[in-house]
């Protein structure tokens, strides 16, 4: 067996994982993630019992139960960059032996849910609806360092290129599927189901203008209009593509959870954000733990 070296996988004094600042036996099998670390609590305060909590950087984890079932909830940050951390460091406690360090002969499966917050793309899709992300395009470059990305939808990615007429300079889109059982147990009149679109920032990236022009002034139109076989861009986001990627890559399964707070083609935002957020919280809990 080939022992991973100490630059490679870095352990903190006590054993623990360095970001996340973890043991293997402090986390449980299904994981929520979310952004904010303050709403890590805003979900954990709906456990039944609280077992452990841990809080470095912007990586803060409460592991808990909810009727029953056992749910590690940690904060990701935002961005891909972020997710490639807490991806594989939670990968590297499930199935990697921190003692001898080496990679379990038998791997392990994560049950991965994103509750995150989103803006629609699409007119019709109504501020403070639900929304589970069929698939994600990414615009980022994550999935580009790693290799064996067969899994990759490039007949999609290559029909969006084609129809916007994307820039080479920025990073070629990819296009990533979410977990089949996963999806099935969000497939239901409260969630929208659709296409996330993952970008590399809030601003310029997602169409946005306070003082500085984008690149392309009618990217957000091409984008609304796109369609693909019949599947549409919903809905702008930071961090699902990345999520779906590295969870097909290491064996997990993972889906995205979005409330919608913005819809971007009317320049209309939530007025009840908080409400819209906690709601999805509970729905999201009573549908994992049945």
Do not use: C
């Amino acid at each position: 067996m080939v022992k991973i070296k100490e630059s490679e996988l870095i352990l903190n004094p006590d054993g623990s994982i360095y970001h996340l600042n973890l043991l293997p036996h402090q986390l449980a099998d299904t994981v929520i993630t979310v952004g904010d670390p303050d709403r890590v609590t805003a979900v954990s305060k709906y456990f039944d019992t609280i077992e452990f909590k841990t809080h470095k950087r912007e990586f803060k984890t409460h592991t808990g139960s909810f009727n029953g079932k056992r749910i590690s909830v940690i904060s990701t940050g935002i961005g891909t960059d972020n997710i490639d951390i807490v991806l594989n460091e939670l990968d590297a406690l499930k199935n990697i032996d921190f003692e001898t360090r080496t990679i379990k002969n038998k791997l392990s499966a994560l049950e991965i849910i994103r509750i995150g917050t989103s803006g629609a793309i699409q007119p019709e899709i109504a501020i403070d609806s639900f929304s589970v992300s069929a698939k994600a395009i990414g615009f980022d470059t994550l999935l580009h360092f790693y290799k064996e990305t067969s899994f990759l939808d490039t007949d999609f990615s290559k029909a969006f290129i084609e129809h916007t007429a994307w820039n080479a300079k920025k990073s070629e889109p990819y296009v990533v599927s979410a977990d089949d059982e996963l999806l099935k147990k969000f497939n239901s009149e409260e969630f929208i189901k659709g296409v996330t679109a993952t970008n590399v920032g809030f601003y310029g990236p997602q169409g946005r203008v306070l003082r500085l022009s984008t690149e392309d002034e009618g990217m957000n139109n091409k984008i609304q209009k796109f369609n693909f076989k019949g599947a549409k861009i919903t809905n702008f986001e930071m961090e699902t593509s990345g999520i779906y990627g590295l969870a097909k890559l290491l064996g997990h399964r993972a889906i995205s959870l979005n409330a919608i707070l913005a819809n971007r083609a009317k320049r209309s935002f939530s007025l009840n954000s908080e409400k819209t957020i906690d709601s999805l919280i509970k729905t999201t809990l009573k549908i994992i733990s049945k």
